[in-house]
Nanobody, 122 residues
Framework: QVRLVESGGGLVQAGGSLRLSCTAS????????VSWFRQAPGKEREFVAA????????RYADSVKDRFTISRDSAKTTVYLQMNSLKPGDTAIYYC???????????????WGQGTQVTVSS
């Protein structure tokens, strides 16, 4: 079992930055690939970014490429999502999720955090 906790959300103006953190407890986090998903009101949950177990492979949704960066610390206990040049369209609840390999479909994940709200004002 892995317990995931997100933090770092908040309210920011368009063009600003936030860094989200996903911290794990329980089974060794380094066993898992980790992804960020987001869900805006009335919309489906969508893939944002993913990082492999070792951190050497990353994937991004086209909508966030060149603005967001996913990384994990050397101890691999925390995964970060650095979000720059934020837009009102980035407003959503952001969730981190873990599974054994990278997968962009949210239905394939075993473990989820509770989510953190990101609101970008225009």
């Amino acid at each position: 079992q892995v317990r995931l906790v997100e933090s770092g959300g908040g309210l920011v103006q368009a063009g600003g930055s936030l860094r989200l953190s996903c911290t794990a407890s329980g089974r060794t986090f380094s066993y898992y690939a980790v992804s960020w998903f987001r869900q805006a009101p009335g919309k489906e949950r969508e893939f944002v970014a993913a990082i492999s177990r070792g951190g050497g492979v990353t994937r991004y949704a086209d909508s966030v490429k060149d603005r967001f960066t996913i990384s994990r610390d050397s101890a691999k206990t925390t995964v970060y999502l650095q979000m720059n040049s934020l837009k009102p369209g980035d407003t959503a609840i952001y969730y981190c999720a873990a599974r054994n390999t990278i997968e962009t479909n949210w239905e394939g994940y075993d473990y989820w955090g509770q989510g953190t709200q990101v609101t970008v004002s225009s």
